[in-house]
């Protein structure tokens, strides 16, 4: 969870929103998800002096045995892996936008007034530059640290460390049992030290590409669109595939929370979801999607 370089993110409520919002309930699932593994989520921060002493009045480390927290340094990071000043620069000042300099409005704004169009611009680009930011921390801290990477609304359910730890892997949501699709997403993954090494030499070549402008047409060009980049090469082959498969076969290996979830706010939606996830986890068999699956048809009412 951080908020470097995200100046109009960096308040006590964030803190607030995190550890009493809608994250407490995945905090309290993630952490039994991890004793029932023997592992443990450390969340990386990079909490404000305010948010620290919320932080400190709202986390009980004993009520999250399965969670360590670990501060980090967005600067050091990046120096770390040799990001040249111009490139830390840029990343500063994503979450920058001068709407008084914008002529050229999106086509798909210009039904709006131009008051109306720069103010969801702005909201957006604001949404943007923290995924951005997030998806190039995860690469970084998971290449330093040589550990795999989960989203807080991203769950563990087969309770072995062999199956996410034991080669490299990806997350690929099934969207629906009969014709769905599949979709390769950060979310959740783990890969080698030279799989990583890609990663962050392609960010840095499309960083370089776009310029001082730094203009990203989707907010997804430093991640999930680069993995198909990197997990087609001989670091993986079809035996550990599976190999794989043979551990948990027809298995669901991750329970992801979709945005209807993530909209919950404090208060009552808060107490669903962790009713949800007791139902899930607790009172069913989570690795078997015909019997996950269907429980989650109220989201659509």
Known sequence: MSVSYLPFDQDSESCERFYIGFYKPLLERQ???????????????????????????????????????????????????????????????????????????PKKYRSLTIKRAKKIIEKEHKKHAAARLSDLWRLLLAREHQMAYLDLDMFPVVATNQLYLGGANVAV????????????QNSGFCFTSRQLDLLIQRATLIMDSKGGEQDYELYTELAPTRFLFTTCNDDASPIKVLDKVAIARNEIY???????????????????????????????????PQEVLPQFTWLSK
């Open 254 to 288: 991750w329970l992801h929370l979709d945005g209807r979830f993530r909209r919950a706010a404090i208060g009552s939606d808060i107490d669903n979801i962790r009713q949800a996830l007791d139902y899930v986890f607790e009172k069913m068999n989570p690795s078997n």
């Open 173 to 184: 949501p099934i969207w629906g049992i009969e014709k769905g699709a599949l979709e390769i």
């Open 31 to 105: 952490s039994k998800q991890m004793v029932k593994m023997n592992s443990t989520l450390t969340i990386f921060t990079s909490w404000t002096t305010k948010q620290i002493d919320c932080r400190n009045k709202y986390f009980n480390k004993s009520a999250y045995p399965g969670i360590v927290e670990r501060a980090f340094s967005a600067d050091a990071l990046l120096r770390k892996f040799r990001f040249s000043s111009k490139q830390i620069d840029w990343i500063k000042n994503w979450h920058s936008i001068n709407l008084d300099q914008m002529t050229n409005i």
